[in-house]
């Protein structure tokens, strides 16, 4: 789902970014023209965390020998500070921290769509 969503909103910003910068009668056909553009960066990059995502995660439920939302806060920490390293510690350790961030309000959303589901399937 995050990953789905993370697209959707680069694909979204690259079309309102090629309207704003076309000129005033060719606003939709600039961000058009602008989204095809950027739209292989924008599949590389989706590609590239996906991928280290989930590797990350599958060796962390190796690791720890069950699944939980703790494999999945620390894949994106981990994930976070890798695609960073290149500009430097102290950059790569603040992805990192926002990617630990990110995946726990994900992890705490759909721990409570679980126990909502599980509480309406009890008044049936």
């Avoid at 969503?5 to 023209?33: H, Q």
């Avoid at 620390?74 to 926002?98: C, D, E, P, Q, Y």
């Amino acid at each position: 789902m995050c990953i789905r969503d993370r697209s959707t909103w680069g694909c979204a910003f690259y079309f309102f970014k090629g309207m704003l910068n076309s000129p005033k009668k060719e606003r939709f056909y600039g961000g058009i023209v602008h989204l095809k553009r950027r739209a292989p960066i924008l599949g590389g990059s989706f590609a590239l965390w996906a991928g280290l995502f989930s590797s990350t995660e599958c060796v962390m439920t190796y690791m720890r020998g069950k699944e939980g939302a703790i494999n999945m806060i620390t894949a994106g920490f981990i994930t976070g500070g890798v695609l960073a390293i290149r500009a430097g510690f102290r950059v790569a350790f603040r992805n990192a921290l926002f990617g630990g961030i990110i995946m726990s309000m994900i992890a705490l959303v759909e721990h409570g769509m679980i126990k909502y589901q599980k509480l309406s399937l009890i008044h049936i």
